[in-house]
Nanobody
């Protein structure tokens, strides 16, 4: 069992930056591929980024590539999402998730690959 808690969301102007954090409970954090998803009002949850257990591989949605960076610190049981050059279309609730499937399986971006989810943190980007 993994309990995930996101933080770092808020209101930011277009062009600004935010850093989201996701703290995980338990001693097996480094056994999970970690991902970030987001969900805007009236839209389906969409994949943002994923990182493998050892932080040697990452994958991003085309919409955030070059602007967002996913990272993790296994010693701190935490995964991060650095978001730069934010735009109003990035406004959403952001969720972190943990997958016990191999990293390559999570590259499809499907939320069905993830077993545990946080409660989400709101990110609002004003124009």
């Amino acid at each position: 069992q993994v309990h995930l808690v996101e933080s770092g969301g808020g209101l930011v102007q277009a062009g600004g930056s935010l850093r989201l954090s996701c703290a995980a409970s338990g001693r097996t954090f480094n056994m999970y591929t970690m991902g970030w998803f987001r969900q805007a009002p009236g839209k389906e949850r969409e994949f943002v980024a994923t990182i493998n257990r050892s932080a040697t591989n990452t994958n991003y949605a085309d919409s955030v590539k070059g602007r967002f960076t996913i990272s993790r610190d296994n010693a701190k049981n935490t995964v991060y999402l650095q978001m730069d050059s934010l735009a109003p279309e990035d406004t959403a609730v952001y969720y972190c998730a943990a997958s016990n499937r191999p990293y390559l399986a999570t590259m499809t971006g499907s939320p069905n690959n993830y077993l545990y989810w946080g409660q989400g943190t709101q990110v609002t980007v004003s124009s």
